[in-house]
């Protein structure tokens, strides 16, 4: 059965080893957005030796890129992106960097679900193409780095009681698997 | 020879794309509704009761459904009596998508392939748009239009099957590409088939299956049948909302299909996310 957890972010490996696959998160605290462009950027300052644009160690990355706020507003709408264009570079972040949480949406790779197994992360999934209804739960959103990526850019958000789902755990489980193993009909 | 105002046309185009960007369509929603009600796994339920709710807020606060508002795709019927004063159609579709993007506060998709560069200061927001015009007889024009997400269109899939495939082979290869796809085209989803023409009429087909209002019957009786069949096939995949594990992984299949060369029969599945957006109108 599926329990649910109020977490703030960012994460421990307190909070990462007690969530399994299936069980609800309402995450609130300081996460940051980045998708395929910002992430080889992060790796290329990785490479170099330099300094990342902000901490990553227990940190959660929002696969997004969000469309403008309208006036008045701290984002627009922000739903996930699909997360397997991430799976090149999560691992090295989530090793190397301590990484903890990613929010996005779809499979991940074997080498995702390892690192999260070996460095007590999470891969988080919300519900994508609920991108009006998931900006409610982003209370200020500001670009800390690559603002020449439009939507791309890396943003610091603050989040209060943003709904996710735990997809893989520091288990080796994945949701995916076992709630469709649990109501696949074969031929 | 009738004329239209290139501005009106622009209009047109914008005021449809703010729209149906911001409300997800009838049949969409009905079909949402119905997926909600029916749908066993708690998981999934509450996906789709987010997703309800998302529309709601959406509508009523005038916010984009999904923060990939798409590239804007439109089919157009152009009657051979129709003249647009003040530019070409196609520039004013453009204008139209540039403008309804931009002043909807739509997100600038559009790239460079390559160094994936976002061509909004360089061909304008959004732009350029996908038009696949039709030259029809008369003097009317008819503007179909959908806002494709990207999601949804990396796990479509073209192939030539051999002849001897037949329908059993479409539905396999149907079936497989809906299955590998899992939770990455945003399920519930619209699977769009287009079957024989060529290798590209195949693939245009299945996109315009898209458009079709979900909830309708296939005239054609052996495609009805095939529809039938494959709503039932990739039901049971048991992907789910959002590939979490449940009943309702399509909300429609639609199936178009045209006569073929005598040694190829072509297929392509085209997905369309849960966010449905489109709509028609006759200018």
């Known amino acids: 059965m599926s329990k649910t957890y109020h977490l703030t972010a960012p994460l421990s490996d307190e909070d990462t080893i007690q969530l399994k696959a299936g069980d609800i998160v309402y995450l609130s605290g300081i996460i940051y957005t980045a998708r395929d462009t910002a992430h080889k950027k992060l790796i290329d300052l990785m490479d170099e030796g330099k300094e990342l644009p902000f901490d990553v160690k227990g940190s959660v990355i929002y696969f997004v890129g969000p469309t403008p706020p309208k006036p008045g507003d701290p984002i627009g709408s922000a739903g996930p992106t699909t997360s397997y264009r991430m799976d090149s570079y999560s691992p090295r972040l989530i090793n190397e960097m301590g990484q903890k949480g990613m929010i996005g949406k779809g499979k991940r790779n074997q080498e995702v679900i390892d ?14 193409g609920a991108g009006a209804l998931l900006a409610r739960q982003i209370k200020s959103a500001e670009v800390i780095a690559y603002p020449e990526l439009g939507p791309e850019a890396i943003r610091r958000l603050e989040v209060v009681d943003f709904p996710l789902t735990v997809v893989n755990d520091t288990y080796g489980d994945d949701l995916y698997k076992i709630g469709r193993a649990k109501y696949e009909i074969a031929d | 020879m009738r004329e239209i105002k290139y501005e ?48 709601d807020i959406a509508s009523s606060e005038a916010r984009p459904l999904c923060q990939d508002t798409g590239l804007a795709v439109f089919f157009v019927k152009v009657g051979e009596d129709l003249k647009v004063v003040g530019g070409t159609l196609k520039d004013a579709i453009n204008e139209g998508t540039a403008k309804g993007y931009e002043e909807g506060y739509f997100r600038a998709s559009t790239c460079v392939w390559n160094t994936r560069e976002n061509l909004k200061d ?67 989803i619209i699977v769009g088939v287009g079957i024989g023409g060529t290798f590209e009429n195949a693939a245009i087909s299945s996109k315009h299956a898209l458009f079709r ?23 049971n995949l048991g992907i789910g909302a959002m590939g979490m594990g449940g009943r309702e992984t399509a909300l429609a299949v639609h199936i178009e299909a045209n006569p073929c060369h005598i040694a190829s029969l072509p297929v392509s599945v085209n997905v369309q996310c849960h966010s449905s957006r489109h709509t028609s109108f006759k200018l």
């Open chain 1, 115 to 128: 690192a999260c197994v070996k460095s007590k992360a999470i891969y988080f999934g919300a519900t994508g």
């Open chain 2, 8 to 55: 009106d046309i622009v209009k047109a185009v914008k005021d449809h794309i703010i729209y149906s960007g911001t409300n997800l369509p009838k049949d969409a929603l009905a079909a949402l509704n119905k997926a909600y009600d029916e749908e066993e796994s708690p998981v999934c339920k509450e996906v789709l009761k987010q997703l309800l709710e998302n529309a």
């Open chain 2, 122 to 188: 360089k061909i304008g927001y959004n732009l350029p748009a996908i038009v696949h015009f039709d030259l029809v007889a008369g003097d009317g024009l008819e503007i179909e239009y959908a806002a494709k997400g990207g999601g949804s269109e990396n796990v479509s899939r073209a192939t030539v099957l051999p002849p001897a495939a037949g329908r059993d082979g479409i539905i396999s290869f149907v079936k497989e590409v809906i299955s590998n796809a899992g939770p990455n085209p945003c399920p519930p």
């Open chain 2, 213 to 235: 209002t979900v909830g309708t019957t296939n005239k054609d009786a052996v495609l009805n049948d095939m529809e039938g069949e494959l709503m039932t096939k990739i039901n």
